[in-house]
Structures are given as C-alpha cells and as structure tokens.
C-alpha cells in the first residue's frame, strides 16, 4: 500500500486550513485536498469581511491569503485536485481523486463546504461582492441606509429581511411566488415591518450596474421594469458539497453531513467541518472553530481514546 497519512483533510477554506495548521501542531501527517486553485473557499468571493475578530475591514481575498500563508508556514502538504470516491478497508480510509490517484489515511476531516445556489441571471456573477450578496449577517452593514432587496420566500431569506429592516432604508423582499413558504412567525414580523416591501409573483431577470449594483429588472406577472437598488441579498437555499460522500457518512434531508461540535460523524475516524456539516450558523469564525475542534477529536480517535 502506498504511504498512509495520520490525516487527510477534504478542503482548503476557513474550516480545512484551520484543521491543517492545528494537525500540524498536533505533529500529525497531514495531507489537504483543494478543488480549486486558491484556498479560501467562500471567503475569496467576499469583498470585505468586517467581523471577523481581530482583522476589521479586511477583504476575503486577503483573509484567505493569511490563512494559506499560516498552512504554509507550518509546512502543510496540499493536493491540488477534487475527491471523486472515498471507501474504507479495515480502518484505513481510501481516497480517490479526480486524477484517479489513490491516497490513504487514517483519518479524515470532510470541509468540503456549500455553495449558495444561484439566481443565473445577467449581472449576477460579475457583481458578486459590488452590491451582490448571499449573507445578510455577513455583509447587511455595509448597506447602512441604502436600499436593498432580498430574494427568496423561505425562512432564509425573510430571517435576511428583518436582520436587514434596522439597518436600511428600504427592503425589497422579492419572491416569484404569491405567498411565503417560511413559518407562520417569521410571516408575521415580516409584515408588520414598515420598510420591508414584498414584491409577489416576481422574478430578477438581471442585475445592472458597472462597478455596482445599480439596479434590478424585474418580472411581475410579465410587467418588466428596473427597480433602483444598492444590493441584493439572494437567499433560494444552498447547497453543501457532500455528493460523493452520500454513501459513506450519514446526512440530513438537505444533504448536511450529520456531526455534532467535536465534528464527529456516523464513521469512525471521519468528521465533519464547516458549511458541510448540520449547524445552525455557517461563518467563518465556526468554521475555523469547527478545523480546531475536528482535530482534537482525530487526535483521540488516533489515540484510541474515548470521543
């Protein structure tokens, strides 16, 4: 069998790295997995992340940066490809890329991450981080007395337009549909909001602007008009990476790796961190809690000691 490490770490955003600089402390060998060509994950679409302790007003690109730097500055091994398959053979897992190359290990961390599903329209992915959002807690300060709206009918996106309502001067609430498919509560504070606006049976059809957003065309019953807008916050769901591991790990109705704080999951020896996993607030600060947390619980299970 080729080399087996201590522990393979699927991913490279907030939760990977943070995992992969506490391994290396822990003296482990450890190898990380990053689909794309630059850590960070979510982080990097972000233009600027103001609450994350310690380092305001930094932008994404710059934050994911640092976090790489620390993994490289302990020396951490990265790959530079995608998991395709992933078994196990008396305790050792098997990893499969998408190079079908084979790597081994006895523990692995799933940091995976989501992906916020997507409109699909005009504008949308060149204005991502210029007025274009899909987090509310993460960005809605930024938007201090401007207009914004907020697409979508689920608890998502009217839990987005009443964080939003304090913080600007007008709301949108956007949902192609004629009534909202959040809970009855959630309805109710919606409604009784002044400045919130619910637009019904209404689509974006594209998103304008140059170096931000600008405006939105909307379709309501096939009346096409552009609305003045400063930003908008799309909120239809999202989606976790978790397909290849459906058969390995157990996961919720949503498709969430099911795994508590210490990230353990339903296979020895395989945890969960980050957006991948069931929790109730996917930021950057749980996930790097969450790297921290999967790996004191790897170094137990390599120890052969008690979760």
Sequence with gaps: MDKIYDLIII?????????AVYAKRAMLNTLVFERSFSSGGQIINTYEVDNYLGLPEISGYELALK???HADKLGVEFENSEIIAISENEGIKCLEDSRNRKFYGKAVIIASGAGHRQLGVNGEERLKG???????VCDGAFFKNKTVAVVGGGDAALEDAIFLAPICKK????HR??????IKILQKQVMEIENIEILWSTVVEEINGEDKVSSLRVNTKGNVYDLEMDGIFIAIGIKPFSDVFKDFVERDENGYIIADENGITSRSGVFAA?????????????????GANCVYSAEKYLKGLPS
Excluded: W
């Design 171 to 174: 709301v949108y609430l956007i």
């Design 67 to 69: 976090f790489r730097e």
């Design 177 to 182: 549909r004629d009534e909202l498919r959040g």
């Design 130 to 136: 210029m007025g274009v959002s899909y987090c509310a």
């Design 274 to 290: 980050g957006d991948v996993r069931t929790k109730s607030l996917r930021q950057i600060i749980t996930a790097a809690a969450d």
């Design 11 to 19: 991913g490279s955003g907030a939760a990977g790295l943070s995992a």
